[in-house]
């Protein structure tokens, strides 16, 4: 699998990404285009996911399949004993990633599907804005 090594303090370029993907999922949802609302919070769990990962060990995965990110979070995990629930919750997420951007089935409606990715990705970012305090703190610090 394919890494890319990064200065650590970069994790806030990928901590402000996810942010705004994730407001453009509750944006794009609220305005009824459900398909871009479930990609955007599919890109913004993987930004998350990189802000956490670049902050810990200064890599961030760049593997197009996305298998790399959720096993470089899971070490994070383990490394510093954060549940690795969050980890099984983005492969998840990812799961859905092909079907959503690139499948030939479009649903214009908010279907059970796009409404469970937004629901992941929420919890997501709640499963990981707990465990990384830095995720948080530093922010309000100006960083």
Known sequence: MRTRALDRTRFVNYRGRASEFFDGMKDEA?????????LLGIHAAIALTDAVVVHHVGTRAADEQHAEAVRLLKKVCCSVKVDTSGADRLSSILARKTAVAYD???IPTDSE???RIRLNVERFFTWAYKSFVFLSS???QGM
């Open 30 to 38: 609220d305005m009824e285009r459900f398909n871009g609302a479930a």
């Open 113 to 115: 599907d796009t409404k």
């Open 104 to 106: 030939e089935h479009f």
């Open 138 to 140: 530093e922010s309000a």
